[in-house]
Each structure stands twice: as C-alpha cells, then as structure tokens.
C-alpha cells in the first residue's frame, strides 16, 4: 500500500473556518454573558432580522435545530397524526424522522438525475387524499428544481416545503429557498455553510400567519403569561448561538463565493475523467455545502484516497427508506432505482473557506491518476 508523505487533507477543517474570528467570537460570548439573557431575547431577535435580510424573506425564525425546523414547519402547516407528506428516498435522515415524530407518514419517492429533487412524476403518482405537504429537499447546496414542484402543489392545494438545510444562499431562478414555497428549513449544525458552535435552525417564509403560528410552537404554544393556546414544543435558539452566528453570518457571502472558486477548480481538474461533476445550472447558484461527485469504482477510489491522506465522505449510503427502522414498510430493493444508483457512487470532497487551490489541484490529481492506472473493466468493487 502505497501512502502519502504529504500533510493530511480534512473533508472539513472548522479550526480553519473558525480561526480567524477568535477574537470576534469571543466578544460575542462576553456580550451574551454579560448581558443575562440566554434564550430568545435581543441578540436572538436581531439575527432573526439579519438573516431574513440576508435570505431574501420576510420572516426568518430561529429554532434549536434543523430537525427541529422541519417538525415545526410541517406542524404550523396543520400536519397531524396519519397524514402524509411526501419525501425523497434519497436524502438525509431528518427529512423523514420529522415526519414521523409528529404522527405522520413518509412517503417516499424517487429523485431525478440532475439535481437530486423529488421526480414530479413520481410526486404526482404518489399523491393521496392524505398528502398535506410536498418536502423538496435541495442536495449539497444546490436547489433541486422548484418549478414543477411548486405548480404541482397550487394544481393540487397542497404546500411545498423546502428542506434547504444544506442549501443557505441558494436560489432557483432568482427566487431565494423560502420566498416561493409555504418555507425552507434551515441547518445551523456546525458543519454547514452557516454553522454555529453547536446546535440550530431556522425557518424561513413570507407568510405572516405561519411565521406567526411558528414562533408560538417552539415556546409550547405559549400565547404569554403562561396561556398556552396551542400544542407545540420546547425548540428555542439560544441566544449565545444566535450571536456565533450573527457573527458568521457577516462572513458568509465571502464563504460562499470561497467554495465557489474552489469548486471551478475542481471541474477544470476533474475535466475529461469518468467522474460525474455536480451539476451547474445558470438558473440556479450552487452554494457547494458539498463538492460532490458521481465516481465509477466509488469505494475502490475512496480507499485510494484515504492511503493518500485524503479524507471523504459518502453522503449518503443508504437510501431513507432503505435504513433498519423503516424495514415495516416492506420496500424492496429497486423500488428507487434513481436513489439506489446514487447510494453506490455519491462521494463528497474536501471543500470548505481555508482550503488552499494546491490541496484542491492535489485531489483532482490523485482522482486523475486513479482513473489512468485502474481503468474501466478493472474491478466491479464499489459501485459501477
């Protein structure tokens, strides 16, 4: 086995990210402690405005996670036990287990093959008298395709949410996630583009009345002076985080524009080999959360990678429906061929603010090579 001698290259260095705002970072911390004020309150409050500003909304509110965003999102909907509401096979696990700590139902469809949003046609086909809300979920930090989706639901009368967790920044044909759909739903996990120094999400919309409705869930419903007018449930933003990110938040067009340039340069490095490079639409910007690739002999060149000090990451490697807990469900392999395919060849490099163009130009470099001396008809390992 033949390893690198050369520094190891994280798929993530938050140390990196992080680094160069220690300083304002920790006035943050001082200001929240000094202020008293932990939970909700005027720190919160103004990254509440700040980031509907920055998203393109009127109404952006801030909750203790994504998961918890989807939940509360899909409640103010007027979600309840036993309806459904349909989600695509291959995403992330939240977008489901939101679904169904409520009470509710997954139903799951296939994604199509360019940006990874829920297939129209298979959305349609899976619709029901019991279908209260349609989850688009945008991959990587690229909006799937919005458009049929949205006409899909006014057809129907039945909302669009935007799972946008992985997707701040983005946009479908000039419309920022959130500004066309019932609301997008935020990550604010550490990882993510716009990540805190711990837990977090948000909800973004233009409707007064589910704004509204939102906010009064995650305080238990409470309407004031302990006069709980609705069920709802304990997913408050910390005030501390609220200030870690309204910090980053400052920072975060030139984070984006970062990835970016990162990312031009892995397609001009990748150009000509048998790698899928993540699609580049002009109606829509990336905001590259992942750098993401389709890979022929995946696990084979993931390995090689990993001898070479490279780090990876396969997200994801099981379809939603495809995990233990949904075993009940009885689906058989093949009931998502789109979702399958891409549980097999999805593999994410490293790309964040603070990777240098040398580290970028040495992954391309090593994927290159892998391809020249194992070519096609080398070995089946690890997906085709």
Not at 45 to 64: C, N, P, Q, W, Y
Not at 167 to 192: E, H, W, Y
Not at 230 to 245: I, K
């Amino acid at each position: 086995m033949k390893t690198s001698l050369e520094p190891p290259i994280p798929l993530l260095d938050l140390g990196a990210v992080h680094g160069a705002l220690a300083e304002e970072l920790l006035g943050d911390f001082e200001r929240v402690l000094r202020s008293g004020q932990f939970i909700l309150g005027p720190e919160h409050d103004a990254f509440e405005r700040e980031l509907a500003l920055a998203s393109g909304v009127r109404h952006a509110i801030g909750v203790a996670s994504g998961t918890a965003a989807l939940s509360i999102a899909l409640l103010a909907l007027g979600l309840e036990p036993g309806d459904e509401v349909i989600v695509p096979a291959f995403t992330y696990f939240a977008s489901a287990s939101a679904v169904t700590s409520l009470g509710a139902r997954p139903v799951f469809v296939d994604v199509e093959p360019d940006r990874l949003g829920p297939d129209p046609a298979r959305v349609e086909a899976a619709l029901t008298p019991r279908t209260r809300a349609i989850m688009a979920v945008h991959l990587y930090g690229l909006s799937c395709d919005l458009g049929p989706l949205l006409e899909l639901g006014r057809r129907r009368s039945i909302a669009v949410l935007e799972d946008a967790a992985q997707a701040i920044g983005a946009d479908d044909q000039g419309r920022p996630v959130g500004s066309s759909s019932a609301a997008a739903t935020l990550s604010f996990f550490p990882t993510k583009n716009l990540g805190g120094l711990g837990d977090g999400g948000a909800i973004l919309t233009e409707d007064d009345a589910l704004a509204a409705r939102a906010r009064l869930l995650r305080v238990h419903g409470d309407a004031g002076n302990y006069t709980h007018v609705a069920l709802g449930t304990n997913a408050r933003l910390d005030a501390l985080q609220a200030a870690f990110l309204r910090t980053k938040l400052r920072h975060l067009p030139a984070w984006t524009e970062a990835r970016r340039a990162l990312a031009a340069r892995y397609r001009r490095g990748l150009e000509g080999t048998p790698v899928g490079l993540p699609p580049n639409p002009d109606r829509a910007r990336h905001t590259y959360h992942q750098f993401t690739i389709v890979a022929p002999r995946r696990d084979a060149l993931a390995s090689r990678l990993k001898e070479r000090g490279i780090a990876t990451r396969v997200y994801y490697p099981l379809t939603v429906p495809a995990q233990p807990c949904f075993r009940s469900l009885g689906l058989s392999p093949g009931s998502f061929p789109v979702s399958e395919r891409l549980t097999r060849e999805v593999l994410s490099l490293p790309i964040y603010p603070g990777l240098a163009a040398d580290q970028v130009d040495r992954v391309a470099r090593e994927i290159r090579a892998f391809y020249e001396e194992t070519p096609a008809g080398a070995g089946a390992e690890g997906g085709s």
